[in-house]
């Protein structure tokens, strides 16, 4: 798996943006899936994540619960991170990864095994 992320830019607080992370080379078939962010001079820091056994469930951090939206797309081999209402705090570096994570680990860094180049998500009070 290899993943391409895309969407970011410079939005307004309450503003909107819809970041997308597309796979090449394979699908996301028998993986999870998750977005971290690293502000400056801050950790990576778990967003979200959707993990895909069967049937699907979501998780995410409770800085952005209620804002962001994870979903996907098999057909596309495309993951999205629909964010709405965002805040100054939400700037970063937003990274899409996929892997397969035990049970109890979906929001650790260290389960991701693939990673894409990150998008910039600035937003300005």
């Known amino acids: 798996v290899q993943l391409q992320a895309s969407g970011g830019g410079l939005v307004q607080a309450g503003g909107s943006l819809r970041l997308s992370c597309t796979s090449s080379?394979?699908?996301?078939?028998?993986?999870?899936t998750a977005w971290f962010r690293q502000a400056p001079g801050k950790e990576r820091e778990f967003v979200s994540a959707?993990?895909?056994?069967?049937?699907?469930?979501?998780y995410y951090a409770d800085a952005v619960k209620g804002r962001f939206t994870a979903s996907r797309d098999r057909a596309k081999n495309t993951m999205y991170l629909q964010m709405n209402s965002l805040k100054p705090e939400d700037t970063a570096i937003y990274y899409c990864?996929?892997?397969?994570?035990?049970?109890?680990?979906?929001?650790?860094?260290?389960?991701?095994?693939?990673w894409g180049q990150g998008t910039l998500v600035t937003v300005s009070s």
């Open positions: 990864a996929a892997g397969r994570p035990i049970i109890g680990a979906i929001r650790e860094r260290t389960s991701y095994n693939t």
């Open positions: 080379g394979s699908t996301f078939a028998g993986y999870s």
């Open positions: 959707f993990r895909w056994s069967g049937g699907s469930t979501e």
